[in-house]
């Protein structure tokens, strides 16, 4: 469960899809978490404009969305160079 949090906060930080396991369906989807509060997360699905709440623990598994190969080193700025 601590590294679907990871996962989930990942997706949080910095704005980019986390593909989740979800137990009702048990099927993958990608995600793009708005707001994680306690045990609650809100998310995205694609092509969808309202977000959904859900515990955590509905969640059976999270990794990262195809594409993404974790490196969060892009997200961060680059040190500019005075000329």
Known sequence: ???????LQYSLDHQCP???????TMKFQNIRVTSIDGDQVSFLRP???????????????ASYARGDDGDTLK?????????
Not at 47 to 61: A, F, H, Y
């Open 1 to 7: 469960m601590r590294m679907v949090r990871r996962f």
């Open 18 to 24: 986390v593909k989740a396991l979800f137990a009702d």
């Open 47 to 61: 092509g969808r404009k309202k977000p959904i709440t859900m515990n955590i623990e509905e969640i059976l598994s």
């Open 75 to 83: 997200y961060a700025e680059s040190p500019k160079e005075d000329l």
